[in-house]
DNA sequence: CTTCTTGCAAAGGATTTGCAGCGTC
DNA sequence: GACGCTGCAAATCCTTTGCAAGAAG
């Protein structure tokens, strides 16, 4: 775990236990996501003592050095991940809430156009795909057999 | 505002003053956003007597009968709008929040065909632009001149 | 009249903050 | 040793809800 002192360090974040711990979780899971609360029961269930006000606190410091990056998808879920450097789209189940990463650049330039037709600056863009996972699919086509 | 009233009722909806008032405000400004804080100021502000609550209420029932839209646009800002009916996308200014929208019907074929490569049923999709609006680009630049 | 709506105030969940004490540099 | 970090509890913000009184059909 060097490797997460340091890296904090060069992001000039004080390395503390719980910081390296919430990082950890994070370069563990590198494709999952995350909400607030999650983290903060997944550490404290674990091993790590820390309460959920430093989990907020430290998740805006990874934020602000981009360790991580967070979306909101709607009613008010919000999660965060690892930051790959790669931007990408998700895809959110209406039914279970499952979340997948979609990696998909052709539509950047899409964006910046629609950001230019406007004469805005382009920044960044949210996209968040909703629909049935196949999961759910298939328990709907159960049900709808057996019901 | 006989049209309102039947509107309402032909959505099923009982019409009360506090329900055309809230419709009016939509149909008197049809590419604007509103969170409910704002109906709630604005209407309390000109005449109409209500609560937020109901605000909340109200704007949850337009929205079952499909008269309004919501969306969510990060930091927890949530709006509503009048639904004309064409899927449309929005456009954000970091610095003022400003809100456009985008009509761009180009783009969900991609989220569909997106979906798809997931085995995820499509449903829909929310996109968000963020970037510097052409007013703060104005700021700024004085700023820059001036600083 | 019956049923649905409203306002109020209180509850709710998520996030933030003030402060005293402990860890890191 | 100074400064920044943490836990705790309280404060916020936004939204929802229970209940009694008031309007709509």
Redesign the pocket.
């Known amino acids: 775990m060097r490797t997460l002192?340091a890296e904090?360090?060069r992001a000039g974040?004080?390395?503390?236990?719980?910081?390296i711990a919430v990082l950890k979780l994070f370069r563990d899971h590198p494709v999952e996501h995350f909400?607030?609360?999650q983290i903060y029961r997944r550490l404290t269930h674990d091993e790590?003592?820390?309460?959920?006000?430093?989990?907020?606190?430290?998740?805006?410091?990874l934020l602000g050095a981009g360790l991580i990056t967070c979306a909101s998808l709607g009613d008010?879920?919000?999660v965060y991940e690892l930051n790959r450097g790669e931007p990408h789209y998700h895809l959110v189940c209406n039914h279970c809430g499952a979340i997948h990463n979609v990696t998909d650049t052709t539509l950047n330039l899409a964006y910046q156009s629609i950001a230019a037709q406007h004469q805005f600056v382009y920044a960044s863009a949210s996209v968040v795909v909703f629909g049935a996972c196949p999961d759910c699919q298939a328990a709907r086509n159960q049900k709808a057999r057996s019901g």
């Open positions: 002192y904090l360090s974040i004080r390395a503390t236990a719980s910081r909400s607030a609360d790590e003592p820390l309460s959920l006000a430093s989990v907020y606190r430290i998740l805006s410091q008010s879920r919000v």
